[in-house]
């Protein structure tokens, strides 16, 4: 032992031996990799590929089957109108998976935006513009009530928005008495109200300003998840929040950024509801969860967290929109629709487990 | 000792519920030496080295680093104040490339319109500082820098963690088991590296469980024992069997060590 510490600035007995072995150390593999495990790895750092190549293959595959009458602007443009909403509320869950949680209440705070909207211009005669900033905050204070319970209550974030989805949805009838704002009213007295339902031509094809904002929002979305710091935490902390809180990201204070977002997200979903169904409906949008939930899913995006593109989710939706319309089209039940919907979400999330074995 | 101490701390209590993890700990660095803290497990290593690197609050005592009493409430204030870590679990994000893993928490923005208005990052510096962080450590070739860190081996994912510390270290670097998860190569380039980095002029905070590694690296040697320091030793008139039997408390350190400390 005293020898041990008289050399000790030289290497150990036992580690002599190694000045004959293979010097490289920790130089990154180039050994050639089989076309199976190139496949994985570019799906591993192009995680939107996978549906947008499902897109473009469903795509291309109803336009074979039913030919001109999908294969249109008019009915492209169509599939963008059904989907906006899911778009929306699907950016909003797709944040907050990002981050490792899941987001049960957002069609609830959808729905509750939009009666305030209505109910704020309608019941107390506020100008229909300021309604909507209190839509906005309604939105938004309902996120950061999901944000606070995740983050400083440490609860799981599956439980805390089971809870206020349910709460937010009751709150949401008791508010509105279960009464609905009918369509002529709003044209006469806000169509501000109305303003993503709007639409305008270019050709065959027919945009709603609705569909304009959910592409615009997915676009900034992706910059700032892609470009930004803040972007980048969101990512960190789906991946390993005591990592990155180690690393000196201020967790709880991302985290609640994210649901609050998300609410807002929510809320301009809520009006762009009121532009799709013209009305505001108490009971409209009960789905909306389980839909973004599917185009997340669909999407690519890991429901582990840190992991997926939100272009991943715009396509899933999109997915969703052409097997709807196509299905329709082509006159079969509609259940069949759900049917392949359901396996392509488990297919895809067994896509996702086998992308990650690329870490291994 | 006529130099100061950069980095001390006096009677640390950190308990949790009603276990005391610290328990009137002191702890001491001096400017460019290695100080090994070595101890058996549940001795309390691990909350001494989170209350120096800001990820615990200690509920008692003090940490002064260069004469300046400095109170860490987040990993983010004891990196601005110049107190690198290397965590055990090297806190890391797999999904993030090794450029975004190095700068997490600090990027680096745009200049001009771009990173004040639309805080649009600077990934090429960001990269290039990376990148010659790598090469200046001699840490590996670098093919592909923006690759995730999931796709990289342990011992490398060690040397990403080791140059983040090192390229913002400015004052201390604490290293948390830095070979524990190595095999024997890899455990001796790491070990390269750290007297690398003391040759910079850095005073590095070195846990270990390896006992040769300790005996090879440290200048001094703090021991833990029960939450508390228990005697510091000096690698070259100890033992490796003395430390292990102070450690366990086999054996009682002579009181002139403790006065020493």
Same mark, same amino acid.
């Given at each position: ?42 799906? =591993? ?14 795509? $291309? ?297 690329? $870490?291994? | ?222 021991? =833990? ?37």
């Amino acid at each position: 032992m005293t020898d041990a510490s008289a050399d000790a600035r030289r290497p150990q007995e036992f580690e002599k031996v190694l000045s004959a072995s293979d010097t490289s150390v920790a130089s990154f593999d180039t050994h050639t990799r089989s076309p199976i495990e190139k496949i994985q790895h570019f799906l =591993h750092s192009n995680p939107a590929a996978v549906p947008l190549i499902v897109l473009v293959a469903s795509i $291309a595959l109803f336009g074979v089957i039913i030919g001109g009458k999908f294969f249109s602007a008019f009915s492209m443009t169509l599939i963008l109108q059904q989907v906006a909403i899911t778009g929306i509320i699907g950016a909003a869950q797709t944040l907050v998976i990002l981050t490792a949680g899941i987001d049960l209440s957002v069609g609830a705070i959808m729905v509750l935006s939009s009666v305030v909207m209505g109910q704020f211009t309608f019941r107390y005669g506020l100008p229909p513009s300021l309604a909507i900033l209190c839509g906005f905050a309604v939105g938004a204070l309902c996120g950061w009530l999901n944000g606070v319970l995740v983050s400083y209550m440490k609860l799981p974030p599956f439980i805390v928005t089971l809870g206020t989805w349910q709460i937010v949805l009751a709150t949401n009838f008791l508010y509105s008495a279960n009464e609905t704002i009918r369509s002529q009213d709003i044209e006469a007295q806000a169509p501000i109200l109305k303003f993503f339902g709007e639409n305008f031509r270019l050709g065959n094809a027919v945009f709603t300003y609705g569909v304009v904002a959910m592409v615009l929002l997915v676009a900034v979305l992706w910059y700032i998840l892609n470009h930004t710091a803040w972007g980048r935490h969101v990512y960190a902390i789906g991946d390993d929040p005591e990592a990155a809180q180690l690393s000196g990201v201020r967790v709880n204070r991302v985290l609640i950024s994210v649901y609050v977002i998300s609410g807002l997200i929510c809320a301009l979903g809520g009006w762009m509801l009121i532009g799709r169904i013209g009305s505001v409906s108490p009971t409209a949008g009960q789905f909306a969860n389980i839909e973004s939930i599917t185009a997340v899913v669909i999407g690519g995006i890991s429901l582990f967290g840190g992991r997926g593109s939100i272009l991943g989710m715009l396509f899933g939706a999109l997915i969703v929109g052409v097997f709807q319309l196509g299905l329709r089209l082509i006159g079969t039940d509609p259940q069949w629709t759900y049917l392949l919907i359901g396996t392509l979400i488990i297919i895809a999330v067994a896509i996702d487990q086998w992308i990650r074995k690329v $870490a291994g | 000792m006529a130099i100061e101490p950069l980095l001390t701390a006096r009677g640390l209590v950190k308990r949790y519920g009603r276990v005391t993890a610290l328990d009137q700990a002191d702890f001491d660095l001096y400017p460019g030496e290695i100080l090994a803290v070595i101890g058996d497990n549940g001795a309390g290593k691990s909350s001494l080295i989170k209350a120096i690197s800001g990820a615990i609050t200690p509920d008692e005592g003090e940490i002064r680093l260069e004469g300046k009493v400095v109170n860490f409430k987040a990993p983010m204030e004891a990196r601005d104040a110049g107190i690198e870590t290397v965590y055990q679990n090297l806190a890391l994000s797999p999904a993030l490339s090794i450029a975004d893993n190095m700068f997490l928490g600090r990027e680096i923005r745009k200049p001009g319109i771009m990173g004040n208005w639309f805080r649009m990052l600077d990934r090429g510096a960001m990269e290039k500082r990376a990148r010659e962080k790598l090469t200046e450590l001699g840490l590996m070739t670098i093919q592909n820098i923006s690759q995730a860190v999931e796709t990289l081996s342990g011992g490398q994912r060690q040397g990403v963690a080791v140059a983040r510390a090192a390229a913002f270290g400015s004052k201390v670097v604490i290293m948390d088991e830095p070979t524990a998860a190595l095999g024997v190569k890899e455990s001796r380039r790491v070990l390269e590296l750290i007297l690398d980095v003391k040759r910079r002029g850095l005073p590095i905070v070195l846990i270990s469980h390896n006992m040769p590694h300790v005996f090879e690296v440290a200048d001094r040697i703090h021991i =833990h024992r029960l939450g508390r320091r228990l005697t510091v030793i000096d690698p070259k008139e100890y033992t490796m069997s003395d430390a292990v039997a102070f450690m366990t408390g086999a054996k009682v350190p002579p009181e002139a060590a403790l006065a020493a400390a």
